[in-house]
């Protein structure tokens, strides 16, 4: 994978275009950090169709509501424990 700091990326947009649909994503750094990546549309789709793929077909949101709502026991994963309320002053008894 290439690597170009940001301000080679910025000077030369054209050609890191160029670059990641001849030879693959195109790494963009920032004092030396990852930052971003550049890559080809096809390579893009691909990768969103490979997501989805693995996902069953469906976005994100329908993946999440497919998690179990029950421990394997059939107890609610998640409970409140019980706890005491407290008593709230709000000063009304004062006028």
Partial sequence: ??????????????????????E??????????????????DEYRRLLV??????????FGQFLLTAPKTGLDGDALFQREPMALREVDFGLDDA
């Fill in 1 to 22: 994978m290439g690597e170009w700091p940001v301000h080679d990326a910025k000077a030369r947009f054209s050609a890191l275009i160029e670059r990641a649909e001849q």
């Fill in 50 to 59: 490979g997501a989805a793929e693995r996902r069953g077909g469906m976005t």
């Fill in 24 to 41: 693959g994503p195109q790494r963009v750094t920032r004092h030396g950090k990852p930052v971003a990546v550049v890559m080809a549309e």
